[in-house]
Nanobody, 122 residues
Framework: QMQLVESGGGLVQAGGSLRLSCVVS????????MGWFRQAPGKEREFVGI????????SYADSVKGRFTIARDNAKNTVYLQMNSLRPEDTANYYC???????????????WGQGTQVTVSS
């Protein structure tokens, strides 16, 4: 069974950067698309971005396009979320998730990490 562990969250000023990591246990990592989602208090969980199993394809929510970048290292079973030009509205708990199909819908993901908090101060 896969397990996902995120790290790298923290407090940053607006305009700053953070890089989140998600380490995945299991031998079939490269066969899974990996998504990043976020959830702010009182709000629905929302799609941030996704990367294909090979790493050759990515897609992002409009709200983060041009500021966030997803990458993966299949040799290290790790997926990354590089976040630049952070804004207060990016404040949320960030989750990585694994899916056999590429999707922006949280319910299509069957394995989730515990989340890591990102707080952006103005």
């Amino acid at each position: 069974q896969m397990q996902l562990v995120e790290s790298g969250g923290g407090l940053v000023q607006a305009g700053g950067s953070l890089r989140l990591s998600c380490v995945v246990s299991g031998r079939t990592f490269s066969s899974y698309a990996m998504g990043w989602f976020r959830q702010a208090p009182g709000k629905e969980r929302e799609f941030v971005g996704i990367i294909s199993g090979s790493g050759r394809a990515t897609s992002y929510a409009d709200s983060v396009k041009g500021r966030f970048t997803i990458a993966r290292d299949n040799a290290k079973n790790t997926v990354y979320l590089q976040m630049n030009s952070l804004r207060p509205e990016d404040t949320a708990n960030y989750y990585c998730a694994a899916s056999k199909v590429s999707s922006t819908v949280p319910s299509r993901y069957d394995t989730w990490g515990q989340g890591t908090q990102v707080t952006v101060s103005s």
